[in-house]
């Protein structure tokens, strides 16, 4: 992307106007200002005409928002289903698998998303175990030592793509060409890769994937897209249900026969309505294109970093993301979050909580982070830079 095109970005994000330097968009970018009038629009529809009534209006937006998503991932819309959060429709999902046996097996990856782990417990409260893939030499999930973990207990295989406490980039595609050469339901928690690089869920062969709406695609709090294979669909059978997911007909109430059987009739159009337009967004300016401008931009960063006497940089994996996990000598990261973030510089911050199966391997209390987007530009860099090199003396 060019010095212009950037510069367009930014021109229509309120937060690149006030003076703000933002590197935590792994935690929550910064939405535009036509997403902004998207969510305001749908509100005073509602007000002025009936939240209710609105409604029909709010459904033409939402489906608009579910077909942009289908474009982004490469699936059809009625594979998208959206939620509230990226962890509730990840935990909606992994319910659904429905009951767990003593000696079933659930494989991830070292770098798993801790809430993904919590939700996991109900599955070994039932006598369930969780069991971590080995890493190969570059610190990623080894799609090898998986192949040979497999047997009959094997229920299912969950992949955090791209790990939250760094740049790693696991082999998702190749993951799944073992998940799927021996019938194993596959997950993949996409949350901070879904808005950052290419994702296509055919090539995946995942029969979940989720993300937040927040991060990267540059949505509102409040929103998430979960893609569910088509083929899988009969597998997932929702605790949860209404009359919007499993309507009533002659026979009873049935379970809808798209990914909707996990959504709920209550739902904020508003958000959604902001949601649709920064993924429309994101396709008109090219996934492919803003994966090349957070690859360049990271790159300089790190080599930034690498100079910096101090910097200890944490980043696992042969390729890396826009996320960089590093610790500057002598302050505590949440401190170094807190103390840049009072010179209007975001950043972000991960405990052990976060990733507790890497950080424990690492022998990391935390990291903290940068992540990078299409609308940071060589002005962000030089301040950062600047404001680190303060802070370290």
């Not at 429709?89 to 767990?100: E, I, K």
């Amino acid at each position: 992307m060019s010095p212009r095109e950037i510069q367009q970005l930014r021109d229509t994000t309120p937060g690149c106007q006030s003076g703000l330097v933002h590197f935590n968009h792994a935690g929550a970018s910064l939405p535009s200002q036509p997403t902004l009038d998207a969510i305001i629009a749908q509100l005073q529809r509602e007000a002025r005409d009936g939240p209710m009534e609105a409604g029909e209006h709010g459904e033409v937006l939402l489906e608009k928002a579910r077909s942009a998503a289908g474009q982004l991932l490469n699936a059809p819309a009625s594979s998208i289903a959206f939620a509230s959060s990226g962890s509730t429709a990840w935990s909606m999902a992994f319910q659904a698998l429905g009951r767990w046996q003593p000696g079933d097996r659930i494989l991830v990856g070292r770098h798993e998303w801790g809430g993904n782990l919590a939700c996991m417990e109900l599955a070994v409260q039932a006598g369930a175990r969780i069991e971590v893939i080995p890493c190969d030499d570059s610190g990623a999930a080894c799609p090898v030592a998986l192949a040979s973990m497999i047997d009959a207990h094997v229920k299912l295989i969950d992949l955090t793509w791209l790990p939250a406490n760094g740049g790693l980039i696991n082999p998702a595609q190749a993951i799944g060409e073992v998940a799927r050469r021996h019938a194993i339901p596959y997950f993949i928690d996409a949350g901070q890769a879904v808005g950052q690089m290419p994702v296509d869920v055919q090539a995946l062969q995942c029969d979940v994937l989720k993300s937040a709406g927040r991060k990267h695609l540059r949505g509102p709090r409040g929103t998430a897209l979960l893609y569910v294979r088509p083929a899988f669909l009969e597998r997932l059978k929702p605790a949860q249900r209404d009359v919007f997911s499993a309507p009533w007909t002659a026979q009873g109430f049935d379970l809808r026969n798209d990914a909707r059987r996990i959504e709920t009739s209550e739902t904020s159009f508003a958000l959604l309505a902001g949601l649709g337009n920064a993924l429309q967004e994101m396709n008109r300016l090219g996934i492919e294109r803003v994966w090349e401008q957070v690859s360049q931009t990271s790159e300089r960063i790190r080599e930034a970093l690498r100079e910096m006497p101090g910097i200890s940089l944490h980043d696992l994996g042969a390729r890396q993301s826009g996320l960089i996990a590093f610790n500057l000598a002598g302050w505590d990261a949440f401190e170094l979050k807190r103390r840049l973030g009072l010179k209007r510089i975001n950043i972000g911050a991960n405990g052990v909580a976060y990733t507790p199966l890497d950080m424990q391997a690492r022998g990391l209390q935390s990291v903290a982070r940068i992540s990078v987007s299409p609308l940071n530009n060589e002005d962000d860099i030089v301040l950062l830079s600047a404001a680190l090199r303060e802070l370290r003396d």
